[in-house]
């Protein structure tokens, strides 16, 4: 079946360390998408790819960088963790081209001590 | 740029009752519209979505929604509801051409709470 896989799940780590969170689908799909979702804000665009080796900046990239080596994995690196990144980060696919639709993963809750 | 607004942060109804959540965008043109749908400790799960056509379009699960053009509207809405449609409901835009087709722009989102 197809689908759109994080891990870890749940992650803790201390200030100024590196994290990275891994994404991978199985849906074939061109674009992926790294998102964080904060109470109030909703859903925030942090990076995407539009194919292996393109990364793009989102809406809030300040932080964050993002590595596409393959077409099924998506990672987001936080180089100095800090705790204003304390949040839920989501991948999502999508197809791209005339298809605008986005596949969700179950998230990565990610808290910064 | 776009934008989407969803102007009810928390809906409560009763089992059986009919239910509509408001969704208005801004967009120089008409986008691409989607409502999705968040349980708790999930990701989003798409109810459906409107490329062109017909402006009432059904998802999932019961759920239709109707594009308005002239007031930027894309309202999600149910006949009857069940407690087990208690979520948030996110609805989202994308630019329907060029570069940032399937860049989503998303709302708050709503939290439904349907009383059993």
């Known amino acids: 079946e197809a689908a759109v896989t994080q891990s870890p799940r749940n992650k803790v780590a201390v200030t100024g360390g590196k994290v990275t969170l891994s994404c991978n689908q199985t849906n074939n799909h061109n674009n992926m998408y790294w998102y964080r979702q904060d109470t109030g804000h909703g859903l925030r665009l942090i990076h995407y790819s539009y194919g292996a080796g393109s990364t793009e900046k989102g809406d809030i990239p300040d932080g964050y960088k993002a590595s596409r080596p393959s077409q099924e994995n998506f990672s987001l690196i936080l180089e100095l963790a800090t705790p204003s990144q304390t949040s839920v980060y989501f991948c999502?696919?999508?197809?791209?081209?005339?298809?605008?639709?986005?596949?969700f993963g179950p998230g990565t809750r990610l808290t910064v001590l | 740029a776009q934008s989407v607004t969803q102007p009810d942060a928390r809906v409560t109804v009763s089992e059986g009752a009919s239910l509509q959540l408001r969704c208005k965008y801004s967009?120089?043109?008409?986008?691409?519209l989607f409502w999705y749908v968040q349980y708790p400790r999930q990701g989003l799960q798409l109810l459906l979505k409107y490329y062109s056509g017909d402006p009432v379009v059904q998802g999932v699960n019961g759920f239709e929604a109707e594009f308005s053009k002239s007031n930027s509207s894309f309202h999600l809405r149910k006949a009857s509801v069940h407690w087990s449609d208690s979520a948030v409901y996110f609805c989202?835009?994308?630019?329907?051409?060029?570069?940032?087709?399937?860049?989503?722009?998303f709302g708050h989102g709503t939290i439904l709470r349907v009383h059993p």
């Open positions: 999502a696919s999508g197809p791209g081209y005339n298809y605008a639709e986005q596949f």
């Open positions: 967009s120089s043109v008409t986008p691409y």
């Open positions: 989202a835009v994308s630019p329907n051409t060029g570069a940032n087709t399937g860049k989503l722009t």
